[in-house]
């Protein structure tokens, strides 16, 4: 699923219900009793609507056609019709004396868009299949009249990470991102029935309904964002100056100047946002040869399910359970060549029980091994909660669930390659900065745009920016944050943020930007658990049961209580805070700026 818990995490519902029948009188104030009937009914309702969206999806998005896409679309209105219903419904009881848990449960349903129209319902939910589908059928076709010269997001995110010719990164770069244009009309048709379905529960719009998840208020969150990035932005801002350094050396200065921003198809990345695929050309100097992840998958001829079974057996090593069987006969693991299907890495939880799945076009790359550690944490998360109420069948937040696979995945250090036969050495001191800087060319590279692409869709949101101003609005926040530029001038109605699967499926994005943070809390707590002493970026607890307890106490919480308390269960403090990410790349942080300024005294000379 989607993970989007103001669609999908149990929000949603079915064909029209029948308040009169199921719920309180509709005079007069409602008792305890009846509001506990009530959320119990909604609650029950809900969950069913969704898994029956969910299965809709599923099969939309592993088999693309006409007719699945009108088939989800109908599920996700149905489930729209009736969360809807549910959320006006749940407003007459708030305020009446029930269990902590049923209040928690009745705020949560009202946190959804209610759309009373049956056509407007139509169209959101159409719009959303619609553009979800184009996203994952679209592709680059550089000949233009060469059906067999047209490329998938797979394979020109290969280029972009791997070719080094400026001219031909340029060209896929445009040729993915002129595709995007095609959805633009939708897609603000589909920001204004949003926003009507959340003017309706009254939240000022749908950015300020996303910002409403974190219990606090929508300002607050905006806040605590912004002090995060703050804390971090030195960290950025070393990593980028020693970047542009070392990509002028492969470039030159007319490709990358040495002032003001860089053109965003160089970073080895679509969207720019990490770029450890830059790591052969932004590696320290004299460095003797360094291992490479992806040769050895690649060498070795790792299979999809091979690559799933080392993110399986880690989990496995904490003390958590195996996979169901299901899981490996239900997950599509592959791209399939003779159908259209959406590529993007996603986890199901479809049945809320023992139906866990993954749909994740897998290659033996680095990338992809960490992604599939970070898809299986999805997973185990789905696991750890199941016995929770439906409603609690959550992350404690977006950005735990998008946390977890991740922390697990900072244990991926050179030691356990070795112990798991995917390494032979280890590298010797000098080439530890090396790896400490791979590291963070994916997790420190990513923080601005982890905080940005929301940052645009609540200014798209809340009306300040209009779709003639989509891209010119983008392009200011890229070169503000990430300190990058568009390779060629804007084109008239583009659409530059659409060529991002999160804009085109309407998935928030804050969350990636929250788990690049919590998740190093995380590791540095179950490190401490794990009774390691030493730097914080060499520590593994791979195989530490106790570790995988403390771990499981947070996942099987769900989102049973309000987020700090969870984050507290685990790591002691109830608050985000960045100090965990800036103590993993202290040592780093110091070379870096060592780096910079040796280059700006030669430079100087
Ligand atoms: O979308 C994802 C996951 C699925 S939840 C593969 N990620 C973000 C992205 O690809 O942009 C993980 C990191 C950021
Ligand atoms: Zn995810």
């Known amino acids: 699923m989607k993970l989007n818990p103001l669609v999908l995490a149990c929000s949603v519902l079915i064909t029209q219900v029948s308040w009169a029948q199921t719920a309180a009188p509709s005079t007069g104030t409602p008792t305890t009793a009846e509001a506990e009937q009530f959320v119990h009914d909604a609650e029950a309702k809900l969950e069913a609507a969704v898994i029956r969206a969910q299965r809709a999806e599923w099969i939309y998005e592993n088999f693309i056609t006409d007719d699945t896409e009108a088939a989800t679309a109908q599920e996700s209105e149905a489930l729209l019709a009736i969360s809807g219903e549910l959320a006006l419904q749940a407003r007459r009881y708030n305020g009446v004396l029930m269990s902590e848990a049923s209040k928690r449960k009745l705020a949560q349903m009202q946190l959804n868009l209610m759309l009373s129209d049956p056509a407007e319902r139509a169209a959101y939910a159409r719009i959303a299949a ?159 040869s360094s291992y490479d992840l992806s040769e050895v998958l690649k060498e070795r001829k790792v299979t999809p399910t091979q690559m799933a079974g080392y993110a399986e057996r880690f989990y496995t090593s904490l003390g958590m359970e195996k996979l169901p069987e299901t899981f490996w006969k239900r997950s599509l693991l592959s791209k399939p060549k003779d159908r259209e299907v959406v590529c993007h890495a996603s986890a199901w939880d479809i049945d809320a029980r023992q139906d866990v799945r993954i749909k994740m076009c897998i290659t033996p790359t680095a990338e992809d091994f960490t992604t599939i550690h970070h898809e299986l944490g999805h997973v185990y998360y789905f696991l750890a909660y199941r016995d929770q109420d439906p409603m609690f069948h959550n992350g404690a937040n977006d950005g735990f669930h998008e946390a977890i696979g991740d922390t697990i995945a900072l244990s991926v250090t050179p030691e356990y390659l070795k112990k ?37 869709r609540w200014e798209v949101y ?144």
Request: glycine share 6%; charged share 25%; with cysteine.
């Open 420 to 456: 798991i036969g995917l390494r032979e050495t280890l590298p010797t001191k000098d080439q530890e900065i090396g790896t400490l800087l791979n590291r963070a060319l994916e997790k420190v590279a990513f923080l601005p745009f982890g905080y940005l692409v929301d940052k645009w």
């Open 130 to 288: 619609s553009m979800s589908g184009s996203y994952g059928k679209a592709k680059y076709c550089p000949k233009k009249d060469d059906p067999k010269s047209c490329l998938a997001l797979g394979e020109l995110e290969h280029i972009m990470a791997t070719s080094r010719d400026p001219a031909l990164l340029k060209e896929v770069w445009l040729g993915w991102h002129s595709l995007s244009p095609s959805y633009k009309d939708d897609y603000a048709k589909y920001v204004a029935l949003s926003n009507k379905g959340a003017v309706n529960m009254g939240y000022a719009d749908t950015g300020a309904l996303w910002r409403s998840n974190y219990e606090m208020t929508p300002k607050q969150f905006e806040f605590e964002m912004e002090r995060l990035w703050q804390q971090v932005k030195p960290l950025y801002d070393s990593l980028y100056t020693y970047t542009r350094h070392q990509l002028q050396k492969t470039y030159g200065e007319k490709e990358v100047p040495s002032t003001g921003p860089i053109p965003a198809h160089l970073f080895g990345n679509m969207w720019s946002q990490t770029w450890d695929n830059l790591y052969p050309i932004l590696k320290p100097e004299g460095l003797s």
């Open 462 to 605: 809340s009306g300040k920016v209009t779709p003639e101003n989509y891209d010119k609005a983008w392009w200011e926040l890229r070169e503000q944050y990430q300190g990058i530029s568009r390779p060629a001038p804007m084109e008239a109605n583009g659409f530059d943020a659409g060529a991002k699967f999160h804009v085109a499926s309407d998935t928030p994005y804050a969350r990636y930007f929250l788990a690049d943070i919590l998740q190093f809390q995380f590791h540095r707590a179950l490190c401490k658990e794990a009774g390691y002493v030493g730097p914080l970026n060499r520590c593994s607890i791979f195989e530490n049961k106790q570790a995988g307890e403390k771990f499981q106490a947070m996942l099987k919480m769900g989102s049973s209580k309000p987020w700090p308390e969870a984050l507290k269960t685990m790591t002691g403090s109830d608050r985000i805070d960045a100090t965990a990410i800036l103590d993993y790349f202290a040592p780093l942080k110091v070379w870096l700026d060592e780096q910079n300024a040796l280059y700006e005294k030669s430079a100087k000379k």
